[in-house]
């Protein structure tokens, strides 16, 4: 029988697993983290300044690390110099597009970011001793990425035991939910909501009409909760939604 003792051990030891989750300060990556928590790990949050147009991700993301007290680190790598992207260049942000059309890759897509981030975080966890890497990776409402697909994931984890000879787990806990879903997480797990930010504009409110902010919006709607960040715009099925719902 278990003494109290090796009990009390066993179970110190449980709640002190170490991770990395990647935050950007958007809704996925915040549910992340917060799932991450739950599950009982000691989390370090990395964060990427890349030169992303929506740069304001990341003064929420230092108000989600905030809220729940973890460490949060800031990597500055500059993707401006590839280009290429309507976040990293002087390319418009696509607004208003139909779901058939978000199964094409935008202009938003930044090439081989993912893969960027996951390869500095595992280099961290190398070298911090860390085991476990969790990414807010979404490929059921998402807006096309190719690196938001289970077949990447699946294959970072592969290289980068290839590459540092170690088993780092990548966690991708939202990958096969909706964004409805996502949203019923977070409220679920107390996620502070109301302190991310998606839009890929980059501005203080979000514009309501990029692929992330159609997304996003409509997730909160289908999830039955109303989105609790300002918008400058909202289109009108969610217009109507919150008519109905008053």
Not at 33 to 56: M, P
Not at 223 to 233: L, M
């Amino acid at each position: 029988m278990m003494s109290l003792l090796e009990k009390g051990n066993r179970e110190e030891t449980k709640a002190k697993k170490r991770a990395i989750v990647l935050l950007s300060g958007g809704l996925d990556s915040t549910v992340t983290l917060a799932f991450a928590l739950n599950e009982g790990y000691d989390v370090t949050a990395l964060s990427f300044d890349y030169g992303q147009r929506h740069s304001i991700e990341l003064e929420n993301g230092r108000k989600v690390a905030e809220f729940y007290h973890i460490p949060r680190k800031v990597f500055k790598i500059d993707l401006t110099q590839i280009g290429g992207s309507a976040l990293t260049d002087s390319i418009d942000v696509p607004e208003n597009r139909s779901l058939d059309e978000m199964e094409n890759i935008p202009s938003t897509f930044v090439p081989s970011r993912n893969m960027i981030f996951l390869s500095i975080a595992s280099s961290y966890a190398y070298v911090n001793d860390i085991n476990d890497i969790f990414i807010g990776v979404n490929a059921i409402d998402y807006s096309g990425y190719p690196d938001c697909r289970p077949a990447f994931i699946n294959s970072m984890k592969d290289t980068i035991e290839k590459a540092l000879l170690r088993n780092i787990d990548v966690h991708a806990p939202l990958i096969h939910m909706s964004k409805a879903q996502i949203v019923k997480l977070g409220v679920e797990l107390k996620a502070p909501l109301e302190l991310t930010h998606s839009c890929y504009e980059g501005r203080k409110k979000a514009c309501g009409k990029c692929d992330s902010c159609q997304l996003r919006l409509a997730g909160f709607m289908q999830a039955g909760i109303p989105d609790p960040v300002e918008y400058e715009y909202y289109p009108p099925w969610y217009e109507k939604w919150l008519r109905q719902r008053s």
